[in-house]
């Protein structure tokens, strides 16, 4: 069982930047590949960001390639979102997850899931 906790999120303007955190509970978080999704209102849920165990792989989703980074603190259980140049179409909840499956830019290959955070870029 992982519980996460994502933190961070909040209005800006387009151009701007934000990191969210997300907090893992549990002494095997470092066993675990993790990834950010994001959902805009009327949308399905999409893949942002996926980073593994070890950290020394990333995966990131086109729109974001170049602007947004992903990276991990085993020491610490947390995973983050650093994000740059942000755009309007940016705007959604932002959640993180913990990996358990096949293919990590699909939601089903996660089965824990945090409570997301919101993130409004305005024009």
């Known amino acids: 069982q992982v519980l996460l906790v994502e933190s961070g999120g909040g209005l800006v303007q387009a151009g701007g930047s934000l990191r969210l955190s997300c907090l893992a509970s549990g002494r095997t978080f470092n066993s675990y590949g993790m990834g950010w999704f994001r959902q805009a209102p009327g949308k399905e849920r999409e893949f942002v960001a996926h980073?593994?165990?070890?950290?020394?792989?990333?995966y990131y989703a086109d729109s974001v390639k170049g602007r947004f980074t992903i990276s991990r603190e085993n020491a610490k259980n947390t995973v983050y979102l650093q994000m740059n140049s942000l755009k309007p179409e940016d705007t959604a909840v932002y959640y993180c997850?913990?990996?358990?499956?096949?293919?990590?830019?699909?939601?089903?290959?996660?089965?824990?899931w945090g409570q997301g955070t919101q993130v409004t870029v305005s024009s």
């Open positions: 997850a913990a990996f358990t499956g096949v293919n990590v830019r699909s939601p089903a290959g996660y089965d824990y």
């Open positions: 980073i593994t165990w070890s950290g020394g792989s990333t």
